[in-house]
């Protein structure tokens, strides 16, 4: 049973600093990509970055250049650095992983999701 699991979530100034994690237990198979995705009060669930096997990254707009997106594969763990916050990206922060079995098959999983708070 795998399981996606974020922590990192807080109250920070605007301006200031946060690393989210997320750890995929219970994978057997190659995670072959993970995700930050982010839900405001009212909105709708958006991209925020996206790192693959290779390494290659991908970000929304709004967090180019103040975001980072990092992983470590040997723990199955994805990591997003958070640079010069503001109270636009106060949000619930969620991980969702992609399961890649044998190249044939991929399975989608999300996290239940960490809060980040923006706010002087």
């Known amino acids: 049973h795998v399981q996606v699991v974020e922590s990192g979530g807080d109250l920070v100034q605007p301006g200031g600093s946060l690393r989210l994690s997320c750890a995929v237990f219970?994978?057997?198979?190659?995670?072959?990509?993970m995700s930050w995705y982010r839900q405001a009060p009212g909105r709708q669930r958006e991209f925020v970055a996206r790192i693959e096997n290779g390494d290659s990254t991908y970000y929304a707009e709004s967090v180019e250049g103040r975001f980072t997106i990092s992983r470590d594969g040997a723990k199955n763990t994805a990591y997003l650095q958070m640079n010069n916050l503001k109270p636009e990206d106060t949000a619930v922060y969620y991980c969702?992983?992609?399961?890649?079995?044998?190249?044939?098959?991929?399975?989608?999983?999300w996290g239940q999701g960490t809060q980040v708070t923006v706010s002087s």
């Open positions: 969702y992983a992609v399961e890649s079995v044998l190249a044939i098959h991929t399975y989608n999983y």
């Open positions: 219970g994978s057997s198979f190659t995670i072959k990509s």
